[in-house]
């Protein structure tokens, strides 16, 4: 059974530019959620996508997008990027036979904005 | 911004040393939920909570859920080094399936 992974680990981009980051989650688990972590900060809820639909949004933009895949993969978009959009960004799963909060997040995608 | 209080924001001690730390609340959450991040790592599930008094134990961590449903704190009995990472608070509501919202977090550093 292998865990969320996410790729890229690091990135660096400029203000302005479009980013795409990448998860796969758990296996069996179809529910696939992104956070953002500022550094010394707990995360922050991003959006949640089940079934590739989002179904539940946090206080972000609308730059901030995502897609979820038939394989329950999901993808987080950014554009447009802002100085402080530079922050670890975390990818969660669970499955439908987890209590409601039970995340296994992956290791993060690393963004900084110069 | 984060809409839970956790305290304290950090905590060095010695190895063998109970801890507490706990998180506050101004709105009922109707799960709490512990987790540990370590260095370059995602945050892993400690303890989940949910009914308002739980008391629940996972090895040498135990955790509560308050009465008001405003706050929780986490207990480690005989801290051993690898004890060391940050440890967050989280709070869910019904029907807001996984959108959690997260304390500040407590960094605990144990001396050998």
């Known amino acids: 059974e292998t865990g969320v992974t996410q790729s890229p680990t690091h990135l660096i981009k400029t203000r302005g530019q479009q980013v795409t980051l990448r998860c796969s989650s758990q296996?069996?688990?179809?529910?696939v959620s992104w956070y953002q972590q500022a550094l010394g900060q707990g995360p922050q809820f991003i959006f949640q996508?089940?079934?590739?639909?989002?179904?539940g949004r946090g206080n972000f933009p609308p730059r901030f997008s995502g897609l979820q895949f038939p394989n329950y993969s999901s993808e987080l978009n950014v554009n447009a990027l802002e100085l402080d959009d530079s922050a670890l960004y975390l990818c969660?799963?669970?499955?439908?036979?987890?209590?409601?909060?039970?995340?296994?997040f992956g290791e993060g995608s690393r963004l900084t904005v110069l | 911004g984060q809409q839970l209080n956790q305290s304290p924001q950090s905590m060095f001690i010695q190895e063998g040393e109970d801890v507490s730390m706990n998180c506050t609340s101004s709105?009922?959450?109707?799960?709490w939920l512990w987790y540990k991040q370590d260095p370059g790592e995602g945050p892993v599930l400690l303890i989940a909570?949910?009914?308002?008094?739980e008391l629940t134990s996972n090895g040498r961590l135990t955790a509560q859920f308050g009465i008001t449903r405003k706050d929780s704190f986490l207990n480690i009995s005989a801290s051993i080094p690898s004890d060391v990472g940050i440890y967050f608070c989280?709070?869910?509501?019904?029907?807001?399936?996984?959108?959690?919202?997260f304390g500040g977090g407590t960094r605990l550093m144990v001396k050998p």
């Open positions: 996508y089940y079934r590739e639909e989002e179904n």
């Open positions: 989280a709070g869910a509501r019904n029907n807001a399936g996984n959108m959690l919202t």
């Open positions: 969660a799963s669970s499955s439908g036979g987890r209590g409601p909060g039970e995340l296994f």
């Open positions: 296996s069996g688990h179809n529910t």
């Open positions: 709105s009922i959450f109707n799960t």
């Open positions: 909570l949910y009914k308002a008094g």
